[in-house]
């Protein structure tokens, strides 16, 4: 079996929710990163195999195949396709995952994996929101073996994080304890330029928006997120 390398990681910086990158177009936040990969690895264009991309709620400017609409708005090689995986929150890792398969297989010799998303333009479950419009309020009504297993409450990541959460046993202190230290963790690689090499300036701008300066005591203070309901929750989460 073959082995598979990650040979260069590059991206571009992350954003908050309408901030810097709100109004950029996806394809061309992905296509950006492509370009500069390609430069830099050396590897002509079309030699790549496949472009393969992590991306959930495909609709708008992410329809139809938003890797490969990417790779043509770049620039690069028609002669190259790309694909666009699902699998909610780790669909970029599971990506990955795809591209090393492939090569380990030796089915394919060389691939970009990576993800796209703009959620200020698409907001999280837009693609259940859409289809109301057709008749559907959520993916699961109708579906006799879900109803039958798991009932008419829908899934959320609150019920979710909470059940984790009682599985394992941690308090909302543990997290929030662990959650400051992320955060001051990547305040600190920022400062000392850490991301310099993988992320690439777009808007001659290279630094992640997302890392805050916060507090246990401002942490706290979302506590009362869990066990809204899901149209509410939505709506507060949107003003943080």
């Known amino acids: 079996m073959a082995d598979a390398f990650i040979v260069d990681a590059l991206r571009i910086r992350n954003g908050r929710k309408n901030g810097s990158l709100a109004a950029k177009h996806p394809a061309h936040l992905g296509a950006d990163v492509l370009k500069a990969i390609v430069k830099r690895s050396g590897i002509p264009g079309d030699e790549y195999d496949d472009v393969i991309c992590g991306c959930l709620d495909t609709i708008g400017p992410l329809a139809s195949d938003i890797p490969r609409t990417s790779w043509l708005a770049a620039g690069l090689s028609q002669t190259v396709p790309g694909t666009t995986i699902d699998r909610q929150c780790g669909s970029s890792q599971q990506a990955v995952h795809f591209a090393t398969q492939a090569v380990m297989s030796g089915t394919m010799d060389v691939l970009i994996a990576g993800g796209v998303q703009t959620m200020s333009q698409i907001p999280i479950s837009s693609a259940v929101i859409c289809a109301e419009a057709m008749g559907f309020t959520d993916p699961y009504s109708g579906s006799t073996g879900w109803l039958e297993r798991y009932g008419t409450e829908p899934p959320t990541q609150y019920k979710s994080a909470q059940?984790?959460?009682?599985?394992?046993?941690?308090?909302?202190?543990?997290?929030?304890?662990?959650?400051?230290?992320?955060?001051?963790?990547?305040?600190?690689?920022?400062?000392?330029?850490?991301?310099?090499?993988?992320?690439?300036?777009?808007?001659?701008?290279?630094?992640?928006?997302?890392?805050?300066?916060?507090?246990?005591?401002?942490?706290?203070?979302?506590?009362?997120?869990?066990?809204?309901?899901?149209?509410?929750?939505?709506a507060v989460e949107s003003d943080l």
């Open 163 to 234: 059940m984790i959460a009682d599985k394992w046993g941690f308090s909302h202190r543990n997290l929030e304890v662990y959650s400051l230290e992320s955060h001051n963790r990547a305040l600190g690689a920022i400062a000392e330029g850490r991301f310099k090499r993988e992320i690439i300036a777009l808007d001659g701008i290279d630094c992640d928006e997302t890392p805050r300066h916060t507090s246990l005591e401002e942490m706290a203070s979302l506590e009362y997120l869990f066990g809204l309901d899901k149209v509410t929750a939505a």
